[in-house]
């Protein structure tokens, strides 16, 4: 089982552009989150989905979007990217017992 | 806002001795997790302790968990090089977008093995 996959791995955007990051789990849970990691700030939650068609809000959503259309599959969107969301952005699934995280997207905001 | 709060923010030993990391939190739990994350990879659940638990164990970790203190701890025993990492603790958040379905991290407590 490949468990939790994030693509791509590395991005680097300029100011304003848009992108996708795609979150897929192959372990059919239903939780699954997005948290952004800074240094000295820990992970933050940005958005989680209870479930296929379900999205909301986690602690810094602001600046992204969130869609669950099908159930294994979880896509953080920046519309207009900035320098501040210049970050390491991980994907996680599972339940509030134990989560399980892909191994990052490392974005650059220029 | 985080709820938990790991001390120390790093941790440097000597392999073979025990490493000891602590974490405070705020507000009321069901449980408290451990994370173990290594360099440029997501993070590893490691233990969950329940609230109504003291002590757990699993391999070389041992975790407590003081409810009056609103502390927990983790103990890593006769640490190893590949225990290089950061640890963290996590509680479940409660979020105005839809409910308790959030894990709030602490910023992590992030451990050297000397060889």
């Known amino acids: 089982n490949a468990g939790v996959t994030q693509t791509p791995k590395f991005r680097v955007l300029k100011t304003g552009q848009s992108m996708t990051l795609l979150c897929a789990q192959d372990m059919n849970h239903e939780y699954m989150y997005w948290y952004r990691q800074d240094p000295g700030m820990g992970l933050r939650l940005i958005h989680y989905s209870v479930g296929e068609g379900t999205t909301a809000k986690g602690e810094v959503p602001d600046g992204y979007n969130v869609s669950r259309l099908k159930k294994q599959n979880f896509l953080l969107g920046l519309e207009s990217a900035a320098p501040s969301q210049t970050s390491v952005y991980f994907c996680?699934?599972?339940?509030?017992?134990?989560?399980?995280f892909g191994s990052g997207t490392q974005l650059s905001v220029l | 806002s985080q709820q938990g709060e790991e001390d120390p923010q790093a941790l440097s030993i000597q392999e073979g001795e025990n490493a000891t990391m602590n974490c405070s939190y705020k507000?009321?739990?069901?449980?408290l997790q451990w994370y173990r994350q290594n360099s440029g990879r997501g993070l590893v659940h490691l233990i969950l302790?329940?609230?109504?638990?003291r002590e757990k164990h699993s391999g070389r970790l041992r975790v407590t968990l003081d409810t009056s203190k609103k502390s927990s701890s983790l103990l890593i025993t006769a640490s190893r090089a590949a225990d290089t990492a950061s640890y963290f603790c996590?509680?479940?958040?409660?979020?105005?977008?839809?409910?308790?379905?959030?894990?709030?991290f602490g910023k992590g407590t992030h451990l050297i093995i000397q060889p």
């Open positions: 996590a509680t479940v958040a409660y979020y105005s977008g839809g409910g308790a379905d959030g894990l709030t």
């Open positions: 302790i329940r609230s109504n638990e």
């Open positions: 996680a699934s599972g339940a509030r017992e134990k989560l399980f």
């Open positions: 507000t009321s739990i069901n449980n």
